[in-house]
């Protein structure tokens, strides 16, 4: 299975999936992660891993269209099967949704429909829930909606503070992401590029 990681950030998922590919718990090879940020940690990673890396800023192009177009041209170059959000921080337009349906992943640090954007570990905890999580899902149109493929519980204890929430969180994401892709590649539910 071939796949592209896309990133924005810290690239910690990105890491912990490459470290599977690595110890072989994931059957895939990552053709090249994409990072529409040149800031990025991410970008250090892939360079200590030895992991090819893109980055070209949505901001040079004209329109959402114009720039995933490129994306799209570099995955069908690279013959790219899978795209793995992690951490990704855009919404997927039309041009590379209808290319890649059902073949684009996202994580998510609760437990979808509840707390979707950008802070929802801070909110979940917040609002004095006992229990958060972890969604994996496809992606849709939506903000973090799509078809949820796995979710994982992690508790809200009296004794957590945001730090150790997070931690917690960021641990279970690091296992499960890496674990729901070589499901998907056993139960053969994404076709590879012909
Ligand atoms: C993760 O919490 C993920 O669930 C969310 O963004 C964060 C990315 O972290 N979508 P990292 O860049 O993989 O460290």
Do not use: W
Request: charged fraction near 25%; charge should be negative.
């Amino acid at each position: 299975m071939r796949i592209a990681v896309f990133a924005s950030g810290n690239g910690s998922n990105f890491q912990a999936i490459a470290e599977a590919i690595a110890s072989k718990q994931v059957d895939a090879t990552i053709c090249f992660l994409f990072c529409d940020n040149p800031k990025a940690y991410a970008i250090d990673r892939a360079k200590k891993i030895g992991i090819p890396y893109t980055v070209f800023s949505p901001k040079n192009y004209d329109s959402r269209v114009a720039y995933e177009t490129e994306l799209l041209e570099q995955l069908e170059k690279k013959e790219v099967d899978l795209v793995v959000l992690a951490g990704y921080m855009r919404i997927i337009g039309p041009t590379l949704l209808t290319a890649y349906a059902n073949r684009i992943l996202n994580i998510h640090p609760s437990l979808l429909p509840c707390f979707p954007g950008k802070s929802s570990i801070r909110d979940a905890f917040e609002a004095n829930e006992k229990k958060t999580g972890v969604t994996v899902h496809f992606i849709d149109e939506g903000v973090d909606t799509g078809p949820i493929i796995a979710q994982e519980e992690v508790a809200i204890l009296s004794e957590d503070t945001l730090d150790s929430l997070e931690a917690k969180i960021h641990q279970v994401e690091h296992r499960l992401f890496p674990q729901v892709i070589q499901e998907l590649i056993e139960n053969k539910t994404i076709k590879k590029s012909e």
